[in-house]
Structure formats: structure tokens, C-alpha cells
């Protein structure tokens, strides 16, 4: 019998079987393996609650816009955007001093009725009275108080005004009011036999209002410009009527030096650059003594007397505030000197 060995047996009987090849993607690398091949995976470290956020980069910090720092507290706005005030309507605003207006025109027909009780009345006229020529009466002072009563009459009525309603659009309202009171008066003019219903009057009036508007609307003209009356006293101290009344008073516009930025914290804030109009020989004891009449514009200088008592602050209790005002629209005698313009 022959003799039976083992890989005869493995050759014939299960080739396929004992005969295994390794597939040829495997690794039989066995070297040493890495350090970190079995090295947990790194876990995401947990916040710190006092962790600060990131900051954003320095280009984005450049490109965001800046916010304005906040000056002072902020101003409530009106339903119509106006944060000093309101507009209201000429009809609410001459409502708010309805008894101011009723007030003025029952003094204007008391004044009145006694003025044509005393110099004679007639039936109404006009009377063409001219400007500040040769032939007037009063050389232009009488038209010059026109316009300078309707002025602080307008600044009175629109410091009522903002008073009583808040509004911010006072200054046309009250020109109107003021020059429709100074027609009223003007119309008992027209009954009187010294005078007459006059358009010079009516333009002077008018030019007054201007004013009092241009003043109150322009910001900070009111602190630099006034048109003031300067009273220099006579026998009679002062005169109510009549030419006399007309040659003691010289009107003024000042030019005040502490209404400019520049200048509010030095001495100069004291002095005024004034420019002004008086006339002479009109009067019935002039022309006796055979004066000429002669029309005097000047040019001067003058202490703000506002400044020299008052200063920078306002004054306090109804009297100082009172004087400070007065003395907007008057001229204190002897605090100014002016040279003619001839």
C-alpha cells in the first residue's frame, strides 16, 4: 500500500480550501503604532460664564458709524415737530389774549373820545401829512413814533402770546393784531380837526411791525438789536402833547455789542453803537425865536444799561424783570453821546 502524505492530501483533495491569499489592500504593517492612534477625540472645552464675547474685527469697528454722544435731555416734540413750542393757527393764538385785545381797545376809544371831545371833531378825511421834509409839522418825529409805538406794541402782544398758548409762530400774529389796533386809531384821526386819516401813518405803523417780526424771527437779533425812545426832559419834565411833546424825543436803534459771541465776556460787552434821528425848530416857541428847522440824524455811542444792572442773569421778581425789559425800548438820558450827520 503506498505510503499517504499529508500535502498529496492538501494538493488533491481541498486545494482551494487550505489555500487562502490575503487581500491586496491590507496592511500587515505591524510596526509600532502611533501615539495618538488611540488617543480619545478632543472634547469641545465648555464657556466660562466670564468669558467676554468676541470682539468684532478692527474694519468692521472702522465701517459701523459712530453714535452721537446725548447733550443734555431731549426735548419733548410737539405733535408738529417743534420742540420749543407749537404752531397754532391766527385764530387760536388772537383767542389766547382776547381779553388783552378787548382791554386795548376799549383805552384806544376812552383816549380817543376825550381827544376829539377836546380839539373839535368832524366828518371822516384823509390828510396827505408827508415824511421828514421841510413842510411837515414835526420834521418826521411824529412818523417815527408811529413806528415806534407799533413795535413794542407788537413785542407786547407777541410775548402774550407765546405766554398764554405756547405757540412758536407769534410774531406775524401779533403784527397783525397790533397794526389792526393802530388802524382803529388811526380811523379816530380821521375825526379830528388837528389831523386826518394819514397813509404815512399807516406805512409807519407798518414799518414798526416789520421790525418787531424781523427782531423775534431772526435767532439771536433780539440780543443784539433795539429801537429805543430817548426822553430828554424839559421844563416840564416831560410833555404829553403838541409839538413840545415831539422836540424833547430822539429815536434810536443800538447796536448791542454783548449780543455777539465774541464778545459777551469782555468789557465791551457794555457798549453800544447807537444811530438815531432827532429835529429842532419846529416848535411854536422856536419859531419865535427864529430857529431853523433842521432835520439831525447822529451816529454815537451809549452804555448798555441792561448790562451795567442786570449782567448776564436774568433778574429775578417781577419789578427787575420789568426794569429789564423797559429798558429795551428806552433810552436812559445822559448815557450816550452822538454826533450829527449834517
Given at each position: 500500500m503506498p505510503a499517504f502524505t499529508a500535502p498529496a492530501f492538501a494538493e488533491t483533495i481541498a486545494p482551494d480550501i487550505l489555500t487562502v491569499e490575503p487581500p491586496a489592500s491590507f496592511d500587515f504593517d505591524l510596526a509600532a503604532p502611533s501615539a495618538t492612534a488611540f488617543a480619545p477625540a478632543a472634547m469641545p472645552e465648555a464657556a466660562s460664564p466670564f468669558d467676554a464675547p468676541a470682539l468684532p474685527h478692527f474694519a468692521a469697528l472702522q465701517d459701523a458709524p459712530e453714535a452721537a454722544p446725548a447733550v443734555g435731555p431731549a426735548l419733548a416734540a410737539t405733535p408738529d415737530g417743534d420742540p420749543e413750542g407749537?404752531?397754532?393757527?391766527?385764530?387760536?393764538?388772537?383767542?389766547?389774549?382776547?381779553?388783552?385785545?378787548?382791554?386795548a381797545v376799549a383805552w384806544m376809544t376812552a383816549t380817543n373820545i376825550v381827544k376829539v371831545n377836546k380839539d373839535g371833531g368832524h366828518s371822516f378825511r384823509f390828510k396827505d401829512e408827508g415824511w421828514f421834509g421841510d413842510n411837515t409839522v414835526n420834521l418826521g418825529?411824529?412818523?417815527?413814533?408811529?413806528?415806534?409805538?407799533?413795535?413794542?406794541?407788537?413785542?407786547?402782544?407777541?410775548?402774550?402770546?407765546?405766554?398764554?398758548?405756547?405757540?412758536?409762530?407769534?410774531?406775524?400774529?401779533a403784527a397783525a393784531v397790533s397794526m389792526g389796533?393802530?388802524?382803529?386809531?388811526?380811523?379816530?384821526?380821521?375825526?379830528?380837526?388837528?389831523?386826518?386819516?394819514?397813509?404815512?401813518?399807516?406805512?409807519?405803523?407798518?414799518?414798526?411791525?416789520?421790525?418787531?417780526v424781523l427782531r423775534n424771527s431772526v435767532p439771536g437779533l433780539e440780543k443784539k438789536l433795539d429801537f429805543r425812545l430817548l426822553l430828554t426832559p424839559n421844563d416840564d419834565i416831560y410833555t404829553f402833547s403838541g409839538t413840545e411833546h415831539y422836540r424833547q424825543m430822539q429815536y434810536i436803534v443800538a447796536l448791542k455789542l454783548s449780543g455777539f459771541e465774541a464778545l459777551e465776556n469782555t468789557p465791551l460787552r457794555f457798549v453800544e453803537l447807537h444811530a438815531g434821528y432827532r429835529a429842532t425848530g419846529f416848535t411854536l416857541r422856536e419859531e419865535q425865536r427864529g430857529d431853523e428847522r433842521i432835520q439831525?440824524?447822529?451816529?454815537?455811542?451809549?452804555?448798555?444799561?441792561?448790562?451795567l444792572i442786570f449782567g448776564r442773569k436774568k433778574p429775578r421778581g417781577w419789578v427787575g424783570r420789568a426794569?429789564?425789559?423797559?429798558?429795551?425800548?428806552?433810552?436812559?438820558?445822559?448815557t450816550s453821546t452822538h454826533l450829527e450827520i449834517r
Open positions: 407749537q404752531r397754532l393757527s391766527f385764530g387760536r393764538q388772537v383767542g389766547a389774549i382776547k381779553w388783552e385785545v378787548g382791554a418825529m411824529d412818523k417815527l413814533a408811529h413806528a415806534w409805538n407799533t413795535y413794542w406794541l407788537t413785542d407786547v402782544i407777541e410775548a402774550r402770546i407765546r405766554h398764554k398758548s405756547g405757540a412758536s409762530n407769534a410774531a406775524l400774529p389796533l393802530m388802524l382803529y386809531s388811526e380811523l379816530w384821526d380821521a375825526h379830528k380837526d388837528t389831523s386826518g386819516f394819514s397813509f404815512q401813518d399807516v406805512a409807519m405803523n407798518a414799518a414798526g411791525a416789520g421790525f418787531s439831525r440824524p447822529f451816529i454815537g455811542i451809549g452804555l448798555n444799561v441792561n448790562q426794569a429789564n425789559e423797559v429798558l429795551n425800548y428806552i433810552q436812559v438820558p445822559y
